[in-house]
Structure formats: structure tokens, C-alpha cells
């Protein structure tokens, strides 16, 4: 039995507007270490968008490598890194070279053809072809890894030459089962990593995660029928919410570590340990992340009510909405940001009951410029008068303009 530990989109280098989740990142891929070495995984796959961007800082960098060396065990637990649609596939692979003896395999491209010369790890490449690589593990065990990384439109049809959709669903439907024929006995266990779009069982569209590039419009929703029968288990990345696609053979997004969104504010953290053998359904269990620091929706009908709030919860991130029916003055701003350090937005929705009978003002132009600003903004506003400081803002560019 082989046991995956399977993971995706640590986008790492990411911020929450401008504050940066590096220390977050840290704790929780140190999690993920010490759940891969408590559960014994014989190999760790993390299926795309390792960075946020194709040219991430320095410290994402580090954090990246140290991780994958402590999950590479010196070279002696498998650690197969695909590209997601956030990486730059070339870079992804640059550091070949040298991961390769400490048992690190990063695959950039649709098409890449991994080494089979021999390296200082315990375990052996035994065969690899373009989008396949054949691992004999210590043990003995086969395990057979399709690689599906991300590319971009152009660099998918370049790489297989189809033009249409339809076709490239076809098409990447045959060179998978292809691949599966030649490659993926029952002797082995044979696995599938990606960074696509599927479409989960009982939906009719994929909703992609807030804040991401979309991929949808430029990669084709794949059906679990491209999936070849001798696959046991697809590990894909994109979705940031851990979800199945499909039961048999199970198709899963294992998701973020992290909430990276307000959209994803809600949702539980995992990763996914799949134990695998030859001729079995294979066995998944997803384990609980710890949330090093809660992303939070918070709604109050005043700025004291929020400053209330906002004490009580220091150590969690914050989108605020404040709805009023009064407009927020700067002071009012500036007080809730230095009463909290983790709000990330302010949403003032002022909720002016509609007195009845608003007269329609008629403007007339006799009238000093600042009274007819106080109509034309009341009429814009359900009766709402500005405020002292909006009137001030209005005369300073009107003193400019004169
Ligand atoms: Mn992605």
C-alpha cells in the first residue's frame, strides 16, 4: 500500500490587502510536515499554484524549499510538484538540478519529460515519458504519475495542437488512456495530478475562488469520464475549497491551507492522505488544518458598536461593513484602523429611510454654488445632507478649480 499525502495553492507570498500571510504560511506548512511524518506518507504531491505569482519575493522562495525538504526526508519520501496557473512553469522547474537528489520532481510544462539517470535518493525513477513519470519506491512499490500542470491556452495547443474545445477534451482524453495503457498496469498504483477545472458531481458550473484568475475561461471544464479506468486517484489543485468530483475513482481539490479570500472566510482547511493499493478502491481520509488567524465578515449598525467589536477580536482579519444611516466622517475611519490592525476593508451602506414625498428640487441657478452642490447631493442621495467634511472637500476643489 502506498500512502499520498495530497495537497494544493499555497500561493505562497500572498497578501490580504496589504498585510502579508508569510507567517501564517510558515505555521501551517509546518503542520503539513509534521501530519506527512505522523501518518508516515510514503509521498507527498501538491497539485499547482505553489506561488501567488510567476516572480514571488525572496521569502516565499525559502519558505517553498526548506518545506519541501523537510517533506523529502533527504531524498527519501517523493515530493512531486506540479505548476498552477499563478506559476511560472519554467521557473517551477529551474531548480531541477538540484532538488533532484534530495528526492524533490518539479514538473513546469503539459509536456515535460522528467530524468531517469540516477540520483542519491533512496528511491529510482524507473521510466518517464512526456507527461509520465514511473517511481519505484524503496520498498519496491510502483507508483505511476500522470503530471496535468496548468498551461495557458496557447501553450496547451502548442503542446498537443488542437483547436477547439471539444477536441482538446477529446484529445487529452486519449493521450491520457494512452498513457494509462502503456504505462499503468495493475502491478503499480497509478495516479493523476492536475491543475484543471472539473466539474463536481451535481453541478452544473464551477464557482472559482474570489480573488483568483480564473482559469475556466481558457482551460476547458474537463468531465471525470477523461479520467482513464486505470487511474485510482486524481489529485487536482485550483478550487480552494476541499471537495470531491467524483467517488470512483475519487476526484478531489484538497483546497488551500488557508483562507485566502473573505469568500473562503467560512470554510475548513484540510489535507488529503489517500492509501493506495494495486487492485483497491483507494482509502481517503482528509485531515483538519489548524487556522492560524480566522478571516471574519462583520456587520455593525455603528462605528462604537464596531470599536466595541473590533477590541474583542484583535487576532482575527476583518471585512467591515458598517451600515448607518449617517455617512462615516475620515475620523470615524482612522479610529477603527487604529483600533484594529486586521481590517482588511470598510463597506459603509448608509440606509436612509425614503422620507415620503421627496419635492423634486428644481435647480435654480441664482442660488450660491455651495447650496446647489447640498441639493444636487441630496437629491443623489435620499435627502441624505453631506457632511461638514464633504462640503470642505467640495470647496478645496473648488479652489483649486478657480
Ligand atoms: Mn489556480
Request: net charge negative.
Amino acid at each position: 500500500m502506498i500512502s499520498i499525502l495530497h495537497t494544493a495553492d499555497w500561493h505562497l507570498g500572498k497578501r490580504l490587502g496589504s498585510l502579508t500571510r508569510i507567517d501564517e504560511q510558515k505555521t501551517v506548512l509546518s503542520e503539513i510536515c509534521e501530519i506527512a511524518d505522523s501518518n508516515n506518507v510514503d509521498v507527498v504531491v501538491i497539485a499547482g499554484d505553489i506561488f501567488d505569482t510567476t516572480n514571488p519575493p525572496t521569502e516565499a522562495i525559502e519558505l517553498l524549499y526548506s518545506t519541501l525538504k523537510n517533506l523529502s526526508k533527504k531524498g527519501t519520501r517523493p515530493v512531486i510538484v506540479i505548476a498552477g496557473n499563478h506559476d511560472s512553469p519554467d521557473r517551477i522547474e529551474a531548480p531541477n538540478p538540484l532538488a533532484r537528489d534530495n528526492g524533490i520532481i518539479f514538473i513546469g510544462n503539459p509536456k515535460s519529460t522528467y530524468y531517469t539517470e540516477t540520483s542519491d535518493t533512496s528511491f529510482s525513477i524507473r521510466q518517464s515519458h512526456e507527461s509520465f513519470i514511473e517511481i519505484e519506491l524503496k520498498s519496491g512499490e510502483l507508483l505511476r504519475i500522470i503530471t496535468a500542470p496548468f498551461a495557458n491556452e496557447l501553450r496547451l495547443k502548442e503542446a498537443f495542437m488542437v483547436d477547439k474545445d471539444t477536441e482538446f477534451i477529446t484529445y487529452m482524453t486519449n493521450y491520457w488512456n494512452t498513457l494509462a495503457q502503456t504505462y499503468c498496469d495493475n502491478k503499480g498504483v497509478n495516479i493523476l495530478v492536475g491543475h484543471h477545472l472539473c466539474l463536481p458531481i451535481g453541478e452544473t458550473s464551477v464557482i472559482e475562488p474570489e480573488d483568483e484568475k480564473p482559469i475556466q475561461a481558457i482551460s476547458t471544464l474537463l468531465p471525470p469520464a477523461s479520467i482513464p479506468k486505470q487511474i485510482h486517484y486524481v489529485a487536482l489543485g485550483h478550487l480552494h475549497k476541499f471537495q470531491y468530483v467524483y467517488h470512483n475513482p475519487p476526484i478531489i481539490y484538497s483546497g488551500s491551507p488557508l483562507a485566502y479570500s473573505f469568500a473562503e472566510a467560512m470554510q475548513k482547511k484540510y489535507v488529503v492522505i489517500a492509501q493506495i493499493e494495486p487492485n483497491n478502491k483507494a482509502i481517503v481520509n482528509a485531515i483538519e488544518l489548524h487556522t492560524p488567524k480566522i478571516l471574519i465578515k462583520k456587520t455593525c449598525t455603528s462605528t462604537n458598536e464596531a470599536i466595541e467589536w473590533l477590541l474583542q477580536n484583535q487576532d482575527k482579519y476583518v471585512e467591515l461593513t458598517i451600515e448607518s444611516d449617517t455617512y462615516m466622517t475620515p475620523a470615524e475611519v482612522k479610529h477603527l484602523h487604529q483600533t484594529h490592525n486586521g481590517i482588511i476593508a470598510i463597506i459603509p451602506i448608509v440606509s436612509v429611510t425614503k422620507q415620503e414625498n421627496i419635492e423634486t428640487i428644481i435647480p435654480s441657478f441664482s442660488k450660491p454654488i455651495d447650496d446647489l452642490f447640498e441639493e444636487y447631493f441630496m437629491s443623489k442621495n435620499n435627502g441624505q445632507k453631506p457632511s461638514n467634511e464633504i462640503k470642505r472637500m467640495f470647496k478645496r476643489i473648488l479652489a483649486q478649480e478657480n
